[in-house]
Structures are given as C-alpha cells and as structure tokens.
C-alpha cells in the first residue's frame, strides 16, 4: 500500500487536442489553422517560431496534422476503447475553425459544432466527463492572414463570441473549460503557441507581449461568459509548468531561475490573481516594451479569475547566469534549460524528473491556492511492434508510475489536484516535431511519420496496467 490516497471521484483520465488528431482538414467547412501550416522536417521549427510568410499549405510538403489519426472519423472506436480503461475524463479541444471557419462569420458552421456534440454525447454516454480547452494551438488562418493574429485587439471580441457561442451549445454537457493551451507558449513558439508571424527586424518581444495581454484579456472574458452562462461549470488556465532549478546555489544562478520560473507564472498571475505583477512592470519598462491597454482592461482582469489551475508536466528545467554553463542545453526541449546532471532523458532529451512534479504542484499550489488539475504529463517514446502484434512499453509504465505515485505525495503534501489527464492516451501527432513516431499512447495507431499505415489501433501493455490504477484509484501502480 502507499502512503498517500487520490480523492473520491478523482478525474483520471487522458487529453487531447484537435490540432494533432482529428485530421479531416478541411470536412464540415472547417477552415485552415495553424498546424495546417506545419509541415514535417527541419522546417516545422522555422515555422513554429514564426518566420513563415505564405498561409496556404505548399505542394510537395506533408502535413501531419490534414490527417491526423482521423479521430474525426474514429471518436467512437476510440472512446470505447478509454471506456475500457476507465477513463473518468477526457480533455479534448474544440478547433475554432470547425466553428468559425474564417474567425469571422456571422453565424457559426452548424457542421462544426454539430461534430462536437456528437463526440460530447459519446463521451457522456460512456460516463467520461468531457474537459474542454477552447483554444489548443488554434487560429483560424484568416485571422493570422488578416489581422496578425493575437498581436491584433480584434482578436478579443473575435475570440469572446466563439466562446460564447460554444458554452452556449454544450453548456448542459460541458462542466470543465480552459481558456488557452500552455499559454506561456507564446513565448516560445510563438506561431505554435499564438498564430504569431514576423517579418524581417520585427520587434518580437513587443509583439508577443501585446499577444499575450491580448489573450489575458480574452482569457478573462470568457472566464466571465462562462461563469454567467452556466454557472455550475469550472474554468481553468493552462501552463506549460516545470520548476526551473538553479544550476548551484549562487545567489545569481538562484535569481536566474526565479526570472525564469516568473516569464512563465507572469500569465498564471495575471490569470489567477488577476492584475499584472510588479515583477513584469518592470520587465517592461527595462526591455522598452509598452503594453496598449483600454481603460477597461485592469477591472475585466480584476473580476473574472479563473477557478483552477491546469499544468502540463513533463519535465523540470535548469537554468545558469553563467552564459559557459547556459550553452549546455538539453536537445528537443523547447524550453530551453541546461542538462541536469542527476536527471535521465528521454529519446528526445526531455530530462525525466518525477521529484520535479511534486515540487511543481507543490509551488502551484503555494503560489494560487487554487485547486490544480494536471491536464498533460507523459513520455514520448519509439515504441515496437513484436512479431505477436504486441507492445511491451515498460519504458512507458515505469515514468508513469513515478510521476502518479509523485503527484500522490503531492496530495498529502495538502496539495489540491482534481485530476490527471495523460497527455496523448492514444498516439497522436507530435506538436514540437510533427512525429508519429514520438508516442505517447497506452493505444498504438498505426501510422508513421510520411502518413502510412492502416490507422488500425493496438492496445500496448500499458493499457491494461493504466486500467488497474484507475480502478484502484491510483494504489496500484
Ligand atoms: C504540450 C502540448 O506542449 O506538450 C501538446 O500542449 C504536446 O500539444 C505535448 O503534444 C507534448 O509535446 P510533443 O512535442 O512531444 O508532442
């Protein structure tokens, strides 16, 4: 037996998002969206850090995301399949060009939001209650084309109406949102994250920061229009969490990492605390960077926090004032952090640190006190298909394994978690390399990184293994 209990009714579960599942690009009306744009390759990256300048997809190029693992077409094998786990929850995202294809109709594609229901009645039938981010990677290309994307105010009122519109279609079958997916991603993948291009001498931080309050504001908004539209219903944030460890104690390395640790909570203070801190004050004015604000901005931040707070975990992060010890970075990881020494890695590089997340969900929790729900957590990996058709993903188990029996201590450390989401319960495409090949799932599908295969799906070990801990309610790990 451990020494920790989950709570009752716990949200175990997986997550997510339409960008790197659904495929069907262009079905049902749906409009272009950021990862239509993302090929496969060196050129992914490029383009995910926003030096892109043509908005329709280029011949000759492959597009993971078009396809997909056809979760469009698929929702219902695949949901009998979490069903068979167990799943309590399951975090999905809405693509808001299956919605308002352009971003800017007057009325909404019946298609899109038909899709959604039909996928939101399947999860409930199964008992799965359905966790909805509303904007996963996500702008309709038309705005990115037109206004820019979220560097644009338009944004707001654009991005307020979408909301709106689907907490009033699901509002009966939807009981858990979040505004925007790892909103610090802006920051670093700034196109990923936001829909953010730039042009040749642009001012990128300006231009990121003006995004960001931009979708803080649009953030509270819908913070506000859910509260008043179904009033029983819980919003949260999403950060891409994971403590940022000084690399020795040397007082610069430890300011280092408190610097580093706040460009990430600078979006979850504004969120949760709702003003803008006096750190990011003067942040601002040391990198010349003005915010254009209406008057009533400070009072919508003000009065429309969030209710909980969502993190993906995957790692910790390290960091140095020494620029010779900073030049040590960890591959793939796109938060840039120094390779720890006392930490493994995954095929990719992304160190692996189970302590990390009990300390990450401990400082949350420390910081908001606000219930936390751990949205994304997970190790990509290669997985083999033995000649038996089996795949023995042990590798998979054992990270998971320390990371839950982590968030266990976490919870008698008094910390408040209501869920665990497993990022990509089914192997879906890669957002950092557009990889097939990079799997997640206790589910194999059948497809590699060019866009073969039959797309059949396969129950690894883990499955069965990750089906014990929910129904022992994480004991029986
Ligand atoms: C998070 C994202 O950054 O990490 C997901 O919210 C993403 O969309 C996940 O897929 C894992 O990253 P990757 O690059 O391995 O797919």
């Given at each position: 037996?451990?020494?920790?209990?989950?709570?009752?009714?716990?949200?175990?579960?997986?997550?997510?998002?339409?960008?790197?599942?659904?495929?069907?690009?262009?079905?049902?009306?749906?409009?272009?969206?950021?990862?239509?744009?993302?090929?496969?390759?060196?050129?992914?990256?490029?383009?995910?850090?926003?030096?892109?300048?043509?908005?329709?997809?280029?011949?000759?190029?492959?597009?993971?995301?078009?396809?997909?693992?056809?979760?469009?077409?698929?929702?219902?094998?695949?949901?009998?399949?979490?069903?068979?786990?167990?799943?309590?929850?399951?975090?999905?995202?809405?693509?808001?060009?299956?919605?308002?294809?352009?971003?800017?109709?007057?009325?909404?594609?019946?298609?899109?939001?038909?899709?959604?229901?039909?996928?939101?009645?399947?999860?409930?039938?199964?008992?799965?209650?359905?966790?909805?981010?509303?904007?996963?990677?996500?702008?309709?290309?038309?705005?990115?084309?037109?206004?820019?994307?979220?560097?644009?105010r338009?944004?707001v009122?654009?991005?307020?109406?979408?909301?709106?519109?689907?907490?009033?279609?699901?509002?009966?079958?939807?009981?858990?949102?979040?505004t925007f997916?790892?909103i610090n991603?802006l920051l670093?993948?700034?196109?990923?994250?936001?829909?953010?291009?730039?042009?040749?001498?642009?001012?990128?931080?300006?231009?990121q920061y003006q995004a960001a309050h931009h979708q803080l504001v649009a953030s509270a908004l819908a913070v506000k229009?859910?509260h008043?539209?179904?009033?029983?219903?819980?919003i949260g944030c999403m950060l891409?969490?994971?403590?940022?460890?000084?690399?020795?104690?040397?007082?610069?390395?430890?300011?280092?990492?408190m610097e580093?640790d706040r460009e990430s909570y600078f979006f979850i203070d504004v969120q949760s605390r709702g003003e803008y801190p006096g750190y990011a004050k003067r942040f601002f004015k040391d990198n010349?960077i003005s915010i254009e604000m209406e008057d009533e901005d400070a009072a919508i931040l003000k009065e429309h926090t969030v209710d909980y707070i969502?993190?993906?975990?995957?790692?910790?992060?390290?960091?140095?004032?020494?620029?010779?010890?900073?030049?040590?970075?960890?591959?793939?990881?796109?938060?840039?952090?120094?390779?720890?020494?006392?930490?493994?890695?995954?095929?990719?590089?992304?160190?692996?640190?189970?302590?990390?997340?009990?300390?990450?969900?401990?400082q949350l929790y420390d910081r908001y006190q606000k219930?936390?729900?751990?949205?994304?957590?997970?190790?990509?990996?290669?997985?083999?298909?033995?000649?038996?058709?089996?795949?023995?993903?042990?590798?998979?188990?054992?990270?998971?394994?320390?990371?839950?029996?982590?968030?266990?201590?976490?919870?008698?450390?008094?910390?408040?978690?209501?869920?665990?989401?497993?990022?990509?319960?089914?192997?879906?495409?890669?957002?950092?390399?557009?990889?097939?090949?990079?799997?997640?799932?206790?589910?194999?599908?059948?497809?590699?990184?060019?866009?073969?295969?039959?797309?059949?799906?396969?129950?690894?070990?883990?499955?069965?293994?990750?089906?014990?801990?929910?129904?022992?309610?994480?004991?029986?790990?």
């Open positions: 037996m451990s020494n920790y209990t989950f709570p009752k009714g716990f949200l175990w579960g997986g997550a997510i998002a339409a960008n790197q599942t659904e495929g069907a690009y262009l079905e049902g009306n749906k409009g272009l969206t950021i990862v239509d744009l993302l090929p496969t390759g060196k050129k992914r990256m490029d383009a995910m850090l926003g030096n892109i300048s043509s908005f329709t997809p280029q011949e000759g190029e492959f597009y993971p995301a078009h396809e997909a693992i056809d979760f469009y077409h698929r929702y219902k094998e695949d949901i009998a399949l979490f069903a068979e786990m167990g799943f309590k929850a399951l975090r999905v995202s809405i693509a808001w060009s299956r919605i308002f294809p352009t971003g800017e109709e007057e009325a909404p594609n019946e298609a899109g939001l038909q899709f959604y229901d039909d996928l939101f009645d399947e999860l409930v039938r199964n008992n799965i209650e359905p966790v909805v981010t509303l904007a996963h990677f996500d702008v309709p290309m038309n705005l990115i084309e037109k206004y820019g994307s979220w560097r644009s338009k944004l009122g654009l991005f307020e109406t979408y909301a709106k519109t689907v907490f009033a279609r699901y509002q009966d079958k939807v009981k858990y949102w979040m997916n790892e991603m670093h993948l700034p196109f990923l994250g936001a829909g953010l291009a730039f042009g040749e001498g642009a001012n990128k931080k300006q231009i229009a859910c008043e539209m179904i009033p029983d219903a819980k891409a969490a994971g403590t940022v460890y000084p690399y020795t104690c040397n007082p610069e390395d430890i300011f280092q990492g580093k010349d969502g993190f993906s975990y995957y790692s910790s992060r390290a960091t140095s004032a020494d620029p010779e010890v900073n030049k040590n970075v960890t591959g793939g990881n796109v938060f840039a952090s120094i390779r720890n020494p006392y930490l493994a890695a995954s095929e990719w590089g992304w160190p692996i640190d189970p302590k990390g997340f009990r300390i990450t969900a401990n219930p936390l729900f751990v949205v994304e957590n997970g190790l990509g990996a290669v997985d083999e298909v033995t000649p038996e058709g089996e795949i023995n993903d042990d590798y998979r188990i054992d990270y998971l394994k320390q990371h839950i029996a982590e968030m266990g201590e976490a919870i008698e450390d008094g910390v408040e978690i209501i869920g665990y989401t497993s990022w990509g319960p089914i192997d879906i495409v890669s957002a950092s390399s557009g990889e097939m090949k990079k799997r997640y799932g206790y589910i194999y599908v059948d497809r590699d990184n060019e866009g073969n295969g039959s797309l059949t799906r396969i129950k690894k070990k883990s499955f069965g293994w990750y089906k014990n801990v929910i129904k022992s309610n994480g004991q029986d790990l």
